[in-house]
């Protein structure tokens, strides 16, 4: 019998059949697998990621695509043990068979995520997460719980001594982070009640899940819920949220960020306070214009309606009247006067007497003027009266 040459194929052939072979083989879509990873690298450009999957006596390439690394919650390190979620694949190019890693998470995070999950449950239903006192606008002291000389401690020093020099910082140092971190913070809690502090910051600058472990421990949360001074979390970055923020009265992303909420700009509330001063003189001017216009005009008013007033009014009339009258009467007077001088002297012209004066007297008999001579008789008494003076007189004679 002739034995048959064998098929003669390319390596890209080849590659391609591993390839449908692996891909055809439901073991090896969306599967798991933990290891530890090593020749860890990131693209600088692309986003992705290149490692290596080892146990004990073996290793697998691994690689995940920019799209599902950017929605990792934490950021893999060689020598961190995890588990992936993915596909077999071969890179034809290289003959290389690798997992494409849709997802990744460290190994034992499930647990720890289903235990972190149920802790919050409880404290939720406890009502530890309700508590949102005010922070105070003007503190007079924080303070600051954190590891001593590490940067979020220089960042809050900073932000206050800029912001507002006047705060007192009170440093309570703790361990952020390894196995004494959660008796520590509890211990620095303490202190910081006994402290007569207005607020405390407490917290670290971010770092990996487990690194912020201490931060969702039930001591530490309960620590921050008994704490009678209001509290500020600042556990991390802005995508890191730990039960310690749900427990404290307020949350910022960072500890600078805690700074700024714990107190205020001066320098702002002083350009406020220097708007609202110039407000109040202008509404406290406009209100002084409208009052003295309103005081004007009711003054006014009572000037004219004032009883004083209308008597010295009717006081002011009856005097220019009294002087009307006066020169009234005296103009009357000088013209009756006037008037009499002239009657007196068409009177005078017209008196016996001014007869007198010229040499006539007047024979009066019985009181009355003789007109003629039959009206007395001989023997009769008579009067005779001159201009200056009288005579008495007897008739011996009368004449036709």
């Not at 799209?67 to 919650?73: G, I, M, R, T, V």
């Not at 303070?143 to 401690?153: F, Q, R, W």
């Not at 006067?337 to 016996?352: M, N, Y």
Request: charged share 25%; proline share 3%; net charge positive.
């Amino acid at each position: 019998m002739e034995n048959k040459k064998p098929l003669t194929v390319t390596v890209s052939q080849v590659n391609r059949a591993v390839a449908m072979l692996l891909g055809g083989d439901k073991r090896f879509r969306d599967f798991y697998v933990k290891g530890e990873i090593s020749d860890f690298t990131r693209h600088y450009k692309t986003g992705h990621l290149y490692f290596t999957l080892c146990d004990e006596n073996a290793k697998l390439k691994a690689v995940m695509w920019a799209n599902d690394a950017s929605k990792l919650d934490f950021t893999p390190q060689s020598g961190e043990s995890v588990v992936c979620r993915g596909n077999l694949t071969v890179y034809e190019p290289s003959g290389v068979y690798q997992i494409s890693v849709a997802s990744m998470e460290r190994e034992g995070s499930g647990e720890q995520a289903k235990e972190l999950l149920e802790l919050v449950k409880k404290l939720e239903k406890e009502g530890l997460f309700k508590q949102q006192r005010e922070i105070p606008a003007f503190p007079k002291k924080i303070a600051v719980i954190t590891a001593k000389g590490g940067a979020a401690l220089q960042d809050i020093i900073n932000i206050t001594s800029r912001r507002c020099p006047t705060v007192k910082l009170e440093v309570i140092p703790a361990a952020v982070q390894g196995v004494n971190a959660v008796s520590s913070i509890v211990e620095a809690f303490s202190i910081a009640e006994k402290s007569g502090a207005d607020t405390i910051i407490f917290g670290r600058g971010g770092g990996s899940s487990d690194d912020l472990s201490a931060f969702n421990s039930e001591a530490v949360a309960r620590a921050i819920f008994k704490s009678k001074i209001p509290t500020i979390s600042a556990v991390g970055h802005e995508t890191d949220t730990t039960i310690a923020d749900l427990v404290a009265d307020m949350r910022a992303p960072t500890p600078s960020a805690a700074a700024e909420l714990a107190t205020p700009d001066l320098q702002e509330v002083m350009q406020k306070f220097e708007v609202l001063l110039k407000g109040i003189a202008y509404r406290a001017n406009a209100k002084i214009s409208r009052c003295e216009s309103i005081l004007e005009h009711k003054s006014r008013l009572i000037n004219a309606l004032s009883p004083r007033n209308k008597i010295a009014e009717k006081s002011r009339q009856a005097e220019a009247l009294f002087e009307n009258i006066t020169r009234s009467v005296h103009r009357n007077i000088l013209l009756s006067e006037s008037a009499l001088e002239r009657q007196i002297g068409v009177i005078s012209a017209l008196s016996p007497l001014e007869v007198l004066k010229r040499g006539y007297s007047i024979t009066e008999k019985d009181g009355k003027a003789v007109m003629k001579s039959s009206e007395v008789k001989v023997g009769d008494k008579v009067e005779i009266r001159f201009s200056k003076g009288f005579a008495s007189a007897e008739i011996i004679e009368t004449k036709e």
